[in-house]
């Protein structure tokens, strides 16, 4: 096995075909044929489907690998250049679409005022989407939300964020000014499904309380609940974020007994970020220094939700 194999099933998945992959590596379709079907003589399996023009399960599995490889050389031959000059290279960063909003726009224009030579991929997901690609190297890091239970994983927590109930206009709870996590248990919710984090984070706050949710509906993420809330289809529990530019179509509610929402930098325990990614956490900690004061809901205080400690 070696790198040119692993690069030409990388391209073909990139790329979709054999032809594409060997223009995207400056080869003829030959050469990218010949790795192929090495690598699938020395594994004993398949791993491209030619009738489907498409991946077996086998050839994503050794994919998901092939990629997280490839990108710690990358980011072996970018941290040695740093060691004597400007930071260069490239950092993967995942970032969730309530933080992304705010964050992206001041993030970029650091990143090109103090490291200009660093490219920066930018992927926005939601915490349960992103968490994997960070254990798995697709991505070097993320901005996700807590509590995310991965031992592989390590965070900073960056800010707080309040979670409010969205009411739309016409129902009873109308022009609350407030409300506990008990006056919505009769109430059918619109939640995210079970073992996403923000659930989590309502789950306990629910059962601390003595309370049990009715979700109407499980929707999987929080753009999709604000505007299902907006259209009218019911309450929805969302981060203050999510609530801001909706105009007058639904009541901000706060709940009294709903903790904050801590959003995390979050990375792998080894090996070691870039210098390329560890630009981009600095980078990232000044737009938040910056402008958190000016984002509803957004505080620098932190709250209680963390990773778990790292075993000693």
Known sequence: MDLRQLS????????????????????????????????????????????????????????????????????IASDIASLDS?????????????????????LMEEMARLHPHVHTVLSEGSTSALVPNVVTSLLNAAVIHLPVEEPDLTAEPLFSEELLLLVPRGHRMQRSTG?????????????????????????????????MLRPAAEIDGVRLLTTLALAGHGPAIVPATAARDLGHGVDRIGVEDLPRRVVAWAHRRRP?????????????????????????????????????????
């Open 86 to 106: 400007e930071v260069a290279g490239e950092a993967r960063v995942g970032m969730i679409g309530t933080a992304a909003e705010w964050l992206a726009p001041g």
């Open 179 to 211: 409300v506990t996590l008990s006056d919505l248990r009769d109430t059918p919710l619109l939640l995210p499904p079970k073992g996403a984090a923000l659930r989590r984070i309502i789950d306990r706050a629910a059962a601390a309380s003595g309370t």
């Open 8 to 75: 030409a099933l990388v391209a073909i998945a990139d790329h979709g075909s054999f032809s594409a992959a060997a223009r995207a590596l400056f080869t003829v379709q030959s050469n990218v044929s010949g790795h192929i079907g090495k690598l699938e003589r020395e594994l004993g399996v398949t791993l491209i489907d030619r009738s489907a023009g498409r991946l077996t399960d086998e050839g994503e599995r050794v994919l998901e690998r092939a990629r997280r490889i490839l990108n710690e050389l990358d980011d």
């Open 272 to 312: 070691n970020p870039s210098a390329a990614t560890n630009a981009v956490h600095a980078a990232l900690r000044i737009v938040v220094a910056a402008h958190a004061a000016d984002q509803p809901g957004i505080h620098l205080e932190i709250g209680v939700e963390r990773l778990p400690s790292p075993n000693p």
